[in-house]
């Protein structure tokens, strides 16, 4: 694993804006980096991120049966007492689900280690799946790439594979807060997917959706949702008042609700009590157990958190960095600290991605903190030999 600079494509932003991808800048900061690369050979994708992918998807699987089964799991993972059984009844009848992503750290040596499992509404599927294949091709085409350079990138052919196997009969909503243009643009990306693998699809605020006389979820049109792709995650849902008609709704919502039990910083103490010195997990303890007073490096994550929020860095016991926030309120685990990819650009994350049951890609983040946020940066990467 390197980090090199590449001549950037000179019409990369049109390129961008013609393709939906607005977001390539957020925040006022660039966040798509056309003229550098993350370089990887073969061996080291098929061995040290593939295959381990592969095998902590299988892992997390094997977890949810006993954690949906136990209150006292869900207690550790605050799921809400009154939507145990919409969790329970979900993984009951197999609701299938889509997609997921492992966010990993690796410096180029050893072996990946598991940082958190973003199961639920992971973004910069777009960037990874589509829009690097657009770079690869085109830094090939322009001589900048050998021939023979490839990506480890089976996502859309793969998301077109996943939403193959939903039914076609209905209606495929997608939604999501369509003002957010990264949201609306993650989604109508995947909508894409779905169409091409023959769905009629329809876009919806996810403000939008109501409920009829018979306690079905609606669009505007007051059509009957019966299956719908939301990027909006399962912590908010579970508690919103609209959530007491998830009973009634069977296998409506992707992904299903059994994934609020992975998407759950929780998971990753679990996972480490059955799996103890696995290679690719790092010892990781709920805060409030006395195990958790034995890491002097770690970080301490609260179990529902999104970019980075409230997450602090302690190194030798003493607070290194700390992001704000509003999480938190629900527990705080800790996990013993990891160091990532370094260059002068700052410090990355993989982001190993799952579709349906099948490790199949790979994308980059990177940030001048140690803990990856809201202004990372998403940096393609190439396989050279």
């Not at 966040?31 to 892992?59: C, G, K, N, R």
Request: net charge negative; proline share 5%; charged share 25%.
């Amino acid at each position: 694993m390197k980090r090199i600079a590449i001549t950037a494509r000179p019409d990369w932003r049109e390129k961008a804006r013609a393709v939906g991808f607005g977001f390539h800048e957020m925040y006022g900061e660039p966040y798509w980096v056309d003229d550098t690369a993350y370089v990887f050979s073969f061996e080291e994708i098929e061995t040290e991120i593939e295959a381990p992918s592969q095998e902590l998807h299988d892992m997390c699987m094997d977890m949810v049966g006993d954690i949906v089964t136990s209150e006292e799991m869900l207690d550790r993972l605050a799921i809400p007492h009154d939507m145990r059984d919409v969790v329970l009844r979900s993984w009951q009848r197999g609701d299938r689900h889509l997609y997921g992503r492992f966010d990993l750290a690796y410096d180029g040596s050893g072996p990946v280690k598991l940082l958190e499992y973003n199961a639920d509404t992971p973004t910069s599927i777009f960037e990874a799946a589509y829009f690097q294949y657009d770079w690869l091709t085109d830094q090939i085409l322009s001589g900048q790439l050998p021939d023979s350079a490839d990506q480890y990138n089976l996502l859309q052919e793969s998301l077109i594979e996943a939403f193959a196997q939903f039914s076609k009969e209905p209606i495929f909503h997608f939604a999501a807060a369509t003002r957010n243009e990264e949201d609306r643009g993650t989604t109508v990306y995947l909508m894409d997917c779905a169409l091409q693998a023959g769905h009629r699809v329809e876009l919806i605020d996810i403000n939008d959706i109501g409920i009829d006389a018979k306690g079905r979820y609606t669009d505007l049109q007051d059509q009957v949702i019966d299956r719908c792709f939301k990027l909006y995650p399962w912590e908010h849902m579970l508690r919103e008042p609209y959530a007491r008609q998830l009973a009634k709704s069977g296998d409506v919502f992707i992904e299903p609700a059994w994934k609020s039990v992975l998407s759950n910083k929780g998971l990753l103490p679990l996972l480490w009590q059955r799996h103890p010195n696995h290679p690719n997990l790092l010892p990781s303890f709920f805060a409030d157990t006395p195990a958790a007073t034995g890491l002097m490096d770690y970080v301490r994550k609260p179990l529902l958190s999104r970019e980075g929020e409230n997450v602090t860095i302690v190194r030798e016991g003493h607070d290194v960095i700390e992001a704000p926030g509003e999480y938190g309120e629900e527990g705080f685990i800790i996990q013993a600290y990891s160091p990532l990819f370094e260059s002068e650009a700052g410090y990355a994350v993989l982001g190993s991605w799952v579709i349906g049951d099948r490790a199949c890609g790979l994308g980059v983040r990177e940030d001048q903190s140690r803990i990856t946020a809201n202004l990372s940066r998403f940096v393609p990467h190439v396989i050279i030999d």
